[in-house]
């Protein structure tokens, strides 16, 4: 089983099956679209040439990233791949980074799932010095 990650391949399909195959809520079309051009970059992962898992960066690209849905189809979850996906992602905000300034990298993460990110260096939040992060829904 060779695993192949590459940039920027994210496309409508793969994004929908990623999404469809951890029950994540349902997209329109044009929101999927948006979001595939609108984030910085990509990272898809193949196995056999089939995506097998996905995350984007989103972000001004300057001052603060977001990374943005990682996902690991089932059948390949705790196998490693999440973590080359990780990797890749925060390398490229580490590449985009500008010389002598910080960029805040932040992602919101499911409930139990906080030690697989811890892993890569992101810190829980509240601290005694971060409140925690909050999030609103727009619905129409």
Request: proline letters at 4%; glycine letters at 10%; aromatic letters at 8%.
């Amino acid at each position: 089983m060779e695993i192949i990650i590459k940039q920027d391949a994210l496309n409508l399909e793969i994004y929908k099956t990623m999404r469809k195959c951890v029950g994540w809520r349902d997209l329109s079309e044009l929101q999927m679209e948006k979001g595939i051009k609108n984030c910085l970059t990509n990272f898809v992962a193949f196995c056999d040439g089939q995506p097998i898992g996905m995350g984007r960066v989103v972000g001004d690209g300057a001052i603060i990233c977001y990374i943005q849905e990682l996902i690991v189809h089932p059948d390949f979850q705790r196998m490693g791949i999440g973590k080359m996906l990780m990797e890749k992602l925060v390398s490229y905000v580490e590449s985009i980074t500008e010389e002598g300034t910080v960029m805040m990298l932040c992602l919101m993460c499911a409930k139990g799932r906080e030690k697989f990110y811890e892993k890569s260096g992101f810190i829980p939040r509240p601290t005694d010095t971060l409140g925690p992060g909050m999030i609103k829904y727009i619905e129409k």
